[in-house]
């Protein structure tokens, strides 16, 4: 395919090999697409721990095939929970059990994030309209004559009829469409999952619980059919905001955690301080494409993580890169601003929540007060404010 | 009775005629008290416009007989209404009229400030153990062998078994039990009533409305039978956080109050600018009472008006100074103690509850936000938060 000269003819070249660039390549060939993925890593592989997938991704995950393989690895828990992470006090819940899956149709998965990637990429392997590219790093995107061009750094190019940036919050592809930086939220995280046997301080094992606080949160539940179970702790560094380039270390960890209830202390001697992930994300902006060139995931909207949607709007992404070469189309360009067209606005308004929903969850004083005694008064039945995220749309 | 040598013979001499001392030293002559009541001010009078009597207030003056009269001269609004001030959309209400009868058996009643303290002044008046001496400034007062002494600038002193300090926010009796000082909120009022043909613009009149917004509130409710119209406009001066010695002038108010919505633009239009009202509190205290003299009022707990209480709070001590005089005591320090005990623990707790409440009332930002959502998922018949200061306690 590399050798394609371009035009309606050659392949679609998605640079990534995420989640979000691996669930589009088998969207792209479920609709009968060629498609070329080029990864930077020398093998496919996701870092981090567990994600969370909503209804709305899991919905596009049964489309795909997958949901069955997803549920054996993963858990399926019956409570989001949101807790004082001061007072260990119960603030609210939703239940996402059988009533909600009776309500979305597909269920609330949390997962390893490479029990995930694994899964997309086996079911990649077996399509023979996909090529799978590792170790290639794009240095350069065009648009050329009724197609596109991809240069990697080893000097190899990729001829095709479209491009996808599937480069993440890093992402190279970007840079061709907007001049911005990612954005550092000034919070740190720290994350990891333990067998089981070693989780001796953790929350009921069907329930997803997230304690908030001044400044910091932390979260627990189980993983790979709860064989894993997973711990983030995010806190907003002051070392951060005093310009300190070694700013969130775990000293920092340490004292954040100190203020917080008995719980979260003495589960949190079981987490992971290797790693240390700075937040970031960025605005929202206003084209995603240029010519045959398009963005997707988190190289096209990058989110704080409050809302545990960055790889769900991803996935939305991917079944929709799929509908729009499925659907007649006249260019490919058309296709691409038909994407833009359905998802931008609706991972833009993601974005902008889940930083708002972050600092809901940091917020201190009186607002804290107020956050509380709202959290309090909610109905768990009420779906209002996630029947936009969750819901078909 | 100023002839009396102390000791239990003597009379109950109040410092300030006011609305505590006055509606006090009607209780203590119904319960057979002798009361002189020493008054700085040539005459009897109050400033300001309207105040709120809550049922926790019209219950003292339903028991001291005069709460035909103050109906009469009141209004009985049927809600009490929350409006965001920046837009003018309604957040909460409370239902105080027909079901908030049945519940607390006694009206909430808006009046003006002088109507009330005339109808209290005219029953002590009618009181021949009442002795009211305008033009008597407190310059000391001392506890004695078994009474007190009160002395006055113009050289005069007077003995008395009791002495009741109802004298306001800048008392002199409290220096003799604490060293503090009013605390500035760094809020001004500017407040007036008019004729209600001149206001044009205002709530429905059965409403007592607040409209609140960041750093400022605007408060709307007809006064005398109807016939006037009350307006108070309170704000944050920034010129006071400057350090400004002119801080919160007529100027300052309109810059704060164009960013309000048009009904408060096109409102305050009416609203009197020529006095300024800082607000002041203190700090609740740990005693009120020392040997024969105790406080009362605001002299007892000055409090910020944002629970409409202070007036409510003075009538609530005047009740208890009675009921402690008319039960069974071996000493009037004993009675004052017991008066002291009754009321100090919830006068306090509404003095800094008052504080917060103002604080919820002026936030900003994302608090304005959780505070705006909070307040309209509210049912309006939920009364857990007042029914500990409106019920019976």
């Known amino acids: 395919m590399a050798k394609s000269e371009g035009g309606s003819d050659g392949p679609v070249v998605i640079v990534g090999g995420g989640i979000g660039g691996l669930a589009s390549a088998l969207s792209l060939a479920r609709v009968g697409q060629e498609v070329l993925v080029l990864e930077k890593a020398p093998e496919f592989a996701e ?99 009724g197609g596109i061009v991809a240069t990697c750094s080893d000097g190899s190019s990729y001829r095709g009829k479209a491009l996808i940036g599937a480069d993440g919050l890093w992402s190279t592809v970007r840079k061709k469409l907007v001049d911005d930086s990612p954005i550092c939220s000034g919070y740190v995280a720290y994350r990891g999952a333990v067998p089981i046997e070693m989780a001796t301080v953790h929350a009921p094992l069907d329930e997803v619980v997230a304690w908030i606080g001044p400044g910091m949160h932390y979260v627990q539940y189980p993983l790979r059919s709860g064989k894993l179970y997973n711990q983030v702790a995010v806190f907003r560094s002051d070392q951060y905001l005093e310009g300190k380039e070694d700013w969130g270390n775990p000293e920092e960890l340490d004292l954040k955690l100190s203020a917080a209830c008995d719980h ?12 240390r992930w700075p937040m970031y994300d960025r605005d929202p902006i206003d084209r995603w494409t240029e010519g045959n060139i398009t963005l997707l995931g988190d190289a096209a909207h990058p989110m704080l993580q409050y809302l545990a949607q960055g790889a769900c709007q991803a996935i939305e992404d991917a079944y929709v890169i799929g509908e729009v070469f499925k659907a007649p189309h006249d260019s490919v360009h058309e296709a691409l601003v038909k994407y833009e067209n359905i998802r931008r606005p609706h991972a833009s308004r ?11 969850w940091h917020i201190d004083g009186l607002g804290m007060m107020l956050r509380d005694e709202l959290f309090r008064q909610r109905d768990p039945d ?11 749309h």
Chains 1, 2 share one sequence.
């Open 47 to 145: 870092i981090g721990a567990g994600l969370q997938l909503a209804p709305n991704a899991t919905r596009v995950l049964e489309s795909l095939g997958l949901l069955e393989k997803i549920k054996s690895l993963g858990v399926l828990p019956n409570k989001l929970v949101i807790r004082a992470a001061l007072t260990d006090t119960p603030l609210t819940y939703l239940e996402i059990g059988e009533d909600f899956l009776r309500r979305y149709e597909t269920p609330y998965v949390v997962m390893h994030r490479n029990d995930l990637l694994s899964t997309i990429l086996q079911a990649c392997q077996e399509e023979p309209s996909i090529e799978l590219c590792p170790g290639k790093e794009i240095i350069e995107v065009d648009n050329t004559d």
């Open 264 to 275: 979260i202390k003495a589960a949190s001697k079981l987490l992971g301080k290797d790693h």
């Open 350 to 360: 993601i974005q902008t929540t889940a930083r708002t929903w972050g600092d809901i």
């Open 382 to 392: 009420d779906h209002t404010h996630i029947e936009w995220i969750y819901g078909k």
